[in-house]
Nanobody
Framework: QVQLVESGGGVVQPGGSLTLSCTAS????????MGWYRQAPGKQRAFVAE???????NYGFSVKGRFTISRDYAKNTITLQMNSLRPEDTAVYYC????????????????WGQGTQVTVSS
């Protein structure tokens, strides 16, 4: 099927920066979007950013202007550059892919990575 492998999480002080990466592999047929979600303790998973076909990017309100998503279409990789990090950015960050596979080229599904922890603390 589809495998998403994330890297780059860690601990950073408020105001610092981190870069997350995610690479997709497997039997992808068409990728409509790749992006990031996050889940803080006791909260629901929330949208962070996405890169859609046609070089369209979207951001959650709380990260707009601080986070930047980029995508390498040839390598099926996305990165999330996170600047000016705040304690409220602390969460597990999940890579997401929305698209189809060779097994079923008509049904779009959302796939998830295992998640990477980002902790912003002094």
């Amino acid at each position: 099927q589809v495998q998403l492998v994330e890297s780059g999480g860690g601990v950073v002080q408020p105001g610092g920066s981190l870069t997350l990466s995610c690479t997709a592999s497997g039997s992808m047929f068409g990728i409509e979007s790749m992006g990031w979600y996050r889940q803080a303790p006791g909260k629901q998973r929330a949208f962070v950013a996405e890169s859609r076909d046609g070089h369209v990017t979207n951001y959650g309100f709380s990260v707009k202007g601080r986070f930047t998503i980029s995508r390498d279409y040839a390598k099926n990789t996305i990165t999330l550059q996170m600047n000016s990090l705040r304690p409220e950015d602390t969460a597990v960050y999940y890579c997401s892919l929305y698209g189809t596979t060779w097994a079923d080229t008509r049904t779009k599904r959302q796939y998830w990575g295992q998640g990477t922890q980002v902790t912003v603390s002094s």
